[in-house]
């Protein structure tokens, strides 16, 4: 079976990198409102010409409606670098198709990702990057970073290779593109997946002006085998090599395909000089205007060759009962192409010397145009030939909302924000989302804890494909009320003890979920979920132990079932030898409880609702060993060492086995110059 080969984006950033490395100088300061870096984080502004240049790159992602930088160190921390699947950087359980690059849910309802819009990305988005997940750079000197990782055996790889390349062009104006390619073929039959994610982005930070721009492609291939053939195999596949476990389909394939423009601009307004506890006097702008455009492309793809050779061959029913148009070929198409442009203005706290608190308002305006598949109509009569008539159903929606937020994120000790957004005008008028938030920070004996709270009241009109859709094997018509939603949580931090206790839940009226034949429906009463956390890091010398642990309650299980436990344990020794090589030694462990886990649609790819069996109560076992030296750094990990032990089906999610034993290995190095 052919292995993955880098593709043309790699040669792209590699001529990026040729036309860009020269002469890099060291960035200017920059204030106010916009989104900006703190003047403790910045580089310093002047350098001697000739000097040599200390390596300093700082990174920062853009929050609260693109108006606000936060920065982050970039990665450098051997701690977890073994943990290389995205979806266990969401959440610490998740049900998924056994294999890196496929559909997942996330087991822990809170960490459930759901984007209005085109819910067909909803089980990729740990794969799929969106703005909120892009980070911009400040460099002192050019930063290249490669990633590789392998997974074998041979035959059935597990690749992936990553590039990351940004410079400062001169004090303002920072460019940078990176590139990704994820392969793998998947232990069992018909199982590949393969990810293509390349990004575009700069960022110009001047006195008054400042932008940030990026251009995101990302694209996925699976084939979808639509799990075990129970008839065929039996539910004993322990003893089985991976190929001779059969699988429903061979030739069934999803692509997904999404592409984005983004432009955030700002520009301060006035100035108000401000004062600090220490006498040092800023010049601030009293506040800073924003327009952000985006214009983003989804496309989805569900395909099958050679219909009838599923049908003929089935020792059981059949996968899809229904065909609606073609009985020979599978050849399923949505798009959704969408333009967003919102106005912003931000007045700074400083500049509220009475009340204490920042001010946001915002307009937004989004039109998206939806491509359906074009469905069949009666036949004429008279023809000599019978002849389909088909009717196009391609919409176009508009809306409009606008809302506001009161913040104060100054202060040593308590910080809020408080916001509302109203859908006034088009599709989705009568929505509105009413958001707020809180935390502090305080001495307790010689420790730092601080609570934390935060919430929502959400009114959302079901998005247009929970309400309408046709395809070759499923469609429905519905007509959906409003969901109803109340989120909140609280907790305790205590950042000295390396301890996080929390709890919360939801409570929704009017939830839509994905029902036993892969079509939405709609409850009638009020669900509840609850759930508590507890996160700990222990230190015993050179060992550590760091663990995650959810309780969970679902008070409808036949409409949202949840394992009740689910654990995560990583148990390691450190230390370093030669003064230079750090390593870390120690295995990762992964634990939830028996549940409904859910059955995978793959026409959708969305999880659906089953009562025939349960999953869980099987324990993952992990073990790597990390190694750091300068700027490398490098795992060994040996995946699923405990397979047999228990001896009983492992299953990820509802006729899914996850992966046997495999031997990885990754290494990611950072270049400053």
Do not use: C
């Not at 982050?72 to 198709?97: E, W």
């Not at 990026?214 to 639509?226: D, I, P, V």
């Not at 969305?606 to 190694?627: A, H, R």
């Amino acid at each position: 079976m052919q292995r993955f080969q880098p593709k043309y984006p790699i040669l792209l950033l590699s001529l990026f990198i040729t036309v860009l490395s020269y002469g890099q100088r060291t960035l200017g300061g920059a204030e106010g409102g916009r989104p900006q870096l703190g003047d403790n984080d910045r580089p310093d502004q002047q350098q001697q010409s000739g000097a040599s240049i200390k390596p300093d790159v700082r990174a920062w992602h853009l929050k609260d409606g693109y108006t606000f930088a936060d920065t982050t160190v970039v990665d450098t921390i051997s701690t977890g670098f073994q943990i290389f699947n995205p979806i266990y950087n969401k959440s610490i359980a998740n049900a998924y198709l056994g294999n890196m690059n496929t559909a997942y849910q996330s087991m822990i309802f809170e960490d459930r990702e759901n984007k209005y819009g085109f819910l067909f990305f909803n089980s990729f988005l740990a794969y799929m990057p969106d703005i909120d997940d892009l980070y911009f750079y400040n460099t002192k000197t050019p930063y290249i970073n490669l990633t590789y990782n392998f997974g074998g055996p041979k035959r059935r790889s597990e690749e992936n290779i990553s590039a990351l390349f940004t410079q400062n062009v001169n004090k303002n104006l920072n460019v940078g593109a990176s590139y990704s390619l994820s392969s793998s073929l998947g232990q069992y039959s018909s199982q590949k997946a393969e990810v293509d994610n390349a990004k575009f982005f700069s960022s110009y930070d001047g006195e008054k002006y400042s932008f940030q721009g990026a251009f995101l492609y990302s694209k996925l291939k699976s084939l979808e085998n639509g799990g075990i053939d129970r008839n065929a195999t039996g539910n004993d596949f322990n003893n089985l090599e991976p190929e001779e476990v059969i699988m429903r389909f061979t030739t069934a394939e999803k692509i997904l395909t999404k592409r984005k423009l983004f432009f955030n601009q700002s520009l301060d307004i006035g100035n108000i000089t401000f004062t600090d506890k220490d006498s040092v006097e800023t010049v601030l702008p009293v506040g800073t205007a924003f327009h952000t455009f985006e214009f983003e492309q989804n496309q989805m793809e569900y395909n099958i060759s050679n219909l009838p050779s599923y049908y003929a061959s089935s020792t059981t029913a059949p996968f899809y009962p229904i065909i609606n148009s073609d009985t020979l070929q599978t050849r399923d198409s949505v798009r959704v192409n969408s333009l967003r442009n919102t106005f912003q203005i931000k007045f700074n706290e400083e500049a509220n010397s009475l009340l204490k608190f920042g001010l946001r308002a915002f307009i937004t305006n989004e039109a998206s145009f939806y491509r359906f598949p074009k469905r069949p109509t009666e036949f004429d009569e008279g023809d000599d030939f019978l002849t389909p008539h088909y009717v196009n159903t391609d919409t176009t929606l508009v809306t409009t909302a606008l809302g506001g937020q009161i913040f104060k994120n100054l202060g040593e000790n308590f910080w809020w924000n408080a916001g509302v957004k109203i859908y006034f005008q088009g599709y989705r008028a009568g929505d509105s989302e009413i958001t707020g938030a809180m935390s502090s920070s305080f001495r307790v004996l010689k420790d730092t804890a601080g609570f934390f709270a935060n919430g929502g009241i959400y009114l959302t009109t079901p998005e247009l494909f929970e309400t309408k859709y046709y395809s070759n094997h499923l469609e429905w018509d519905n007509n959906f009320g409003q969901k109803r939603t109340i989120q909140f949580k609280g907790g305790i931090r205590i950042p000295t003890k390396q301890l996080e206790i929390s709890a919360g839940g939801s409570l929704m009226n009017n939830y839509i979920y994905w029902n036993y034949d892969g079509t939405p429906s709609q409850t009638n009463g009020v669900i509840q979920v609850f759930n508590a956390n507890v996160k700990k890091l222990f230190k015993l010398g050179n060992f550590r132990i760091n663990n995650d642990a959810a309780l969970q309650y679902s008070s409808s299980e036949t409409v949202i079932p949840l394992p009740l436990f689910a654990y995560y344990n990583s148990t390691y020794y450190q230390n370093t030898l030669f003064k230079v090589l750090h390593f870390q030694i120690g295995f990762d462990f992964r634990y939830f409880t028996k549940y409904y886990a859910p059955f995978y649609m793959p026409a959708t790819g969305q999880f659906t609702v089953q009562n025939d069996e349960k999953v869980g109560d099987y324990p993952w076992v992990d073990v790597f060993l990390n190694f750091q030296l300068k700027r490398a750094r490098i795992y060994v990990k040996y995946d699923h060492v405990n397979q047999g032990y228990p001896d009983q089906p492992y299953y990820t999610t509802y006729n899914y086995p996850g992966n046997p034993r495999a031997l990885k290995f990754g290494v990611s190095w950072n270049f400053y110059d």
